[in-house]
């Protein structure tokens, strides 16, 4: 058998090798799609990033320490993991306050549960203070809004995964899809604007 006949031979079989016998369906209507309760409710919970074991940015969900539907609540009790003064002119009403709590929550560290868990943290320990602009202080590309982040710490020493985990965490305070972006100021000046790069 010659080149050309072993090649005619092969493309007349190909389409019979290539069914396999499946035979094609329509589509099955079955109803809705299912959806998942998750408890605490989006309103009453808080996304706090931390240090997993492997040393990467790990999303943690915790209730929201008795926070009601407009960020209202007791304040997370500082650990180890360092004091907050959240001043009441930065607080404001509703979801202006939350973003404040939910980083108070983040600089007070990892509970045990979570320490645990492996789960650790980069922020420094001692006094540190975060503040968060309750409106952006401008819009960035593709209209994402950008809110400032001010530091009584320096901010440029700051390992790169701490800065990391104050960015994700005030991004998901801020708008639970993740789609704003954070300016972290210090007393030494300022990090490049940035998103959370899990969003």
Same mark, same amino acid.
């Given at each position: 058998? =010659?080149?050309?006949?072993?090649?005619?031979?092969?493309?007349?079989?190909?389409?019979?090798? +290539?069914?396999?016998?499946?035979?094609?369906?329509?589509?099955?209507?079955? +109803?809705?799609?299912?959806?998942?309760?998750? *408890?605490?409710? $989006?309103?009453?919970?808080?996304? %706090?990033?931390?240090?997993? $074991? *492997? !040393?990467?940015?790990?999303?943690?969900?915790?209730?929201?320490? #008795?926070? *009601?539907? #407009? #960020?209202? #609540?007791?304040?997370?009790?500082?650990?180890?993991? +360092?004091?907050?003064?959240?001043?009441?002119?930065?607080?404001?009403?509703?979801?202006?306050?939350?973003?404040?709590?939910?980083?108070?929550?983040?600089?007070? !560290?990892?509970?045990?549960?979570?320490?645990?868990? +492996? %789960?650790?943290?980069?922020?420094?320990? !001692?006094?540190?203070?975060?503040?968060?602009?309750? =409106?952006?202080?401008?819009?960035?590309?593709? !209209?994402?809004?950008?809110?400032?982040?001010?530091?009584?710490?320096?901010?440029?020493? %700051?390992?790169?995964?701490?800065?990391?985990?104050?960015?994700?965490?005030?991004?998901?305070?801020?708008?639970?899809?993740? %789609?704003?972006?954070?300016?972290? =100021?210090? $007393? *030494?000046?300022?990090?490049?604007?940035?998103?959370? $790069?899990?969003?």
């Amino acid at each position: 058998m =010659n080149a050309w006949r072993r090649t005619a031979l092969a493309a007349a079989l190909l389409p019979a090798l +290539g069914a396999c016998g499946i035979q094609g369906t329509d589509v099955v209507e079955s +109803g809705e799609a299912a959806s998942v309760v998750v *408890d605490p409710p $989006p309103a009453l919970r808080m996304t %706090l990033f931390l240090v997993g $074991p *492997d !040393g990467r940015l790990a999303p943690v969900v915790r209730d929201g320490q #008795g926070m *009601d539907q #407009g #960020g209202h #609540g007791p304040y997370p009790t500082p650990t180890a993991g +360092g004091t907050v003064d959240l001043r009441e002119a930065d607080v404001g009403r509703g979801q202006e306050g939350r973003p404040m709590k939910v980083l108070a929550a983040l600089v007070a !560290g990892p509970d045990k549960r979570e320490r645990d868990a +492996g %789960l650790r943290t980069r922020i420094p320990d !001692g006094r540190f203070e975060l503040y968060v602009s309750d =409106n952006a202080v401008r819009t960035g590309e593709y !209209g994402v809004p950008t809110y400032l982040v001010r530091s009584t710490r320096p901010v440029k020493t %700051l390992e790169p995964l701490a800065v990391q985990q104050i960015v994700c965490t005030t991004v998901f305070a801020r708008d639970p899809t993740g %789609l704003v972006s954070i300016s972290l =100021n210090g $007393p *030494d000046g300022s990090v490049p604007v940035q998103t959370c $790069p899990v969003a």
